[in-house]
Each structure stands twice: as structure tokens, then as C-alpha cells.
């Protein structure tokens, strides 16, 4: 059973940065598709960023290309989220998400995602 933790929530300036972590357990392999993704209030769940642990190839949805980027640290079994140039729109619950298999098919919709971590919020104020 996969297990992931988020972190590093808060409330930033826009213009701001922040890192996101999920730490996570209970893997069988490295062949996982990690994703982020965010829901504000009254929004669906959206894709933000994805990583595939087995080569490192990311994946991300246009609103935060150039902002965000993915990474992971194998040793930790940990993915990040570095966040730059927050935006008051950025404003959300970010979750982190994991698929047993490529980022190719996992895709960026949340329906696809067997494990979920508990959240974590971040608030961007103007």
C-alpha cells in the first residue's frame, strides 16, 4: 500500500515561492507516475505537474510552466514541487498523487490516480 505525506503549505505574497514535498512509502518499484495536483473552492481537481520516477520525465499543465518544477529525490522516496512567481489564482489545496505505471498514461486527470495524500494548502495573497 502506497502512503504519501504532503508539506510545505502556506501563505506567500504574490510573487513568492515555495516548495512542496510528499514523502512517500509502500512502494513495490520505480515505476510510478507522481503527480501534484490542486483544488480550490468550488473548482475541480486539476493537474499541476507529473513525474515518472523510473526515468524522470515530467509533465506539466500551462498555467504554471515556467513557474513550477518537479523533481524527486530517489534516496528519499520524496517528490517536490518548487513554486516561483506565485499568483493569487495558485491559491489551492495541492495534493500529491501516485499511478503505478508511465505519466503517459496516467495523464493529468485525477481519476486515474489509485493513491492520495492528505493535502496541503497554499495561499497566495496580492
Known amino acids: 500500500q502506497v502512503q504519501l505525506v504532503e508539506s510545505g503549505g502556506d501563505s506567500v505574497q504574490a510573487g513568492g515561492s515555495l516548495r512542496l514535498s510528499c514523502a512517500a512509502s509502500g512502494y513495490t518499484n520505480r515505476n510510478y507516475c507522481m503527480g501534484w495536483f490542486r483544488q480550490a473552492p468550488g473548482k475541480e481537481r486539476e493537474g499541476v505537474a507529473r513525474i515518472y520516477t523510473g526515468s524522470g520525465s515530467t509533465y506539466y499543465a500551462d498555467s504554471v510552466k515556467g513557474r513550477f518544477t518537479i523533481s524527486q529525490d530517489n534516496a528519499k522516496n520524496t517528490v517536490y514541487l518548487q513554486m516561483s512567481s506565485l499568483k493569487p489564482e495558485d491559491t489551492a489545496m495541492y495534493y500529491c498523487?501516485?499511478?503505478?505505471?508511465?505519466?503517459?498514461?496516467?495523464?493529468?486527470?485525477?481519476?486515474?490516480?489509485?493513491?492520495w495524500g492528505q493535502g496541503t494548502q497554499v495561499t497566495v495573497s496580492s
Open positions: 498523487a501516485a499511478f503505478r505505471g508511465s505519466c503517459v498514461l496516467a495523464g493529468p486527470h485525477q481519476y486515474n490516480y489509485n493513491y
